[in-house]
Nanobody, 115 residues
Framework: QVQLVESGGGWVQAGGSLRLSCAAS????????MGWFRQAPGKEREFVAI????????HYVDSVKGRFTITIDNAKNTVYLQMGSLKPEDTAVYYC????????WGQGTQVTVSS
């Protein structure tokens, strides 16, 4: 089992920044991928960003490219999502995602961007 603990959500005005963190613990092994999804009210959960354990090949949904940066500290099994130039449409619950043979999800952290 892998446990994911997220932090860093909150409220921010449009144009502002937030940084999300997600720490994995338990039966973690090298070679995993970690990332972020989000779900806005009334919408399906969507992919935001993902990165490999080595930090290579980050991928982003088009709507956040150039504004969000995903990084990983594999010594701490922690993934970060630096979010900048936030827009009201970024408002959602953000979920941490971990994959190594099996999917694991965090409990979610609310990000609210006001106009």
């Amino acid at each position: 089992q892998v446990q994911l603990v997220e932090s860093g959500g909150g409220w921010v005005q449009a144009g502002g920044s937030l940084r999300l963190s997600c720490a994995a613990s338990g039966r973690t092994f090298s070679g995993y991928n970690m990332g972020w999804f989000r779900q806005a009210p009334g919408k399906e959960r969507e992919f935001v960003a993902i990165i490999s354990w080595s930090g290579d090949n980050p991928h982003y949904v088009d709507s956040v490219k150039g504004r969000f940066t995903i990084t990983i500290d594999n010594a701490k099994n922690t993934v970060y999502l630096q979010m900048g130039s936030l827009k009201p449409e970024d408002t959602a619950v953000y979920y941490c995602y971990y994959y190594h043979n099996t999917d694991y999800w965090g409990q979610g952290t609310q990000v609210t961007v006001s106009s």
